[in-house]
């Protein structure tokens, strides 16, 4: 996956946990999302990967559509 494409694919994430109800869980999955980009080009991106994958299973239904592109930015 490029650069250009790991960027989309968080932007589109981001708008659809954005059109997701307010709340705690969205709270969270936000969190996790903006701590992805943040360490992206860093050893670490791979456990944020993880841990927002971790984060939705327990409610996947708002980024199921995005499980499959996001375990491409897996190391």
């Known amino acids: ?6 960027k989309e694919l968080i932007a589109e994430l981001r708008m659809a946990l ?8 969205r709270e969270r ?6 701590q992805l980009e943040q360490s992206h080009g860093t050893e670490s991106f791979g456990d944020h ?3 927002l994958i971790e984060e939705a299973e ?4 708002g980024i199921a559509p ?10």
């Open 66 to 75: 995005f499980m499959s592109r996001l375990s491409n930015l897996l190391p």
């Open 58 to 61: 327990v409610d996947a239904a």
């Open 1 to 6: 996956m490029t650069e250009q494409e790991q």
């Open 29 to 34: 999955l936000l969190a996790r999302l903006h």
């Open 18 to 25: 954005e059109r997701t109800p307010p709340g705690a869980r």
């Open 49 to 51: 990967v993880k841990a």
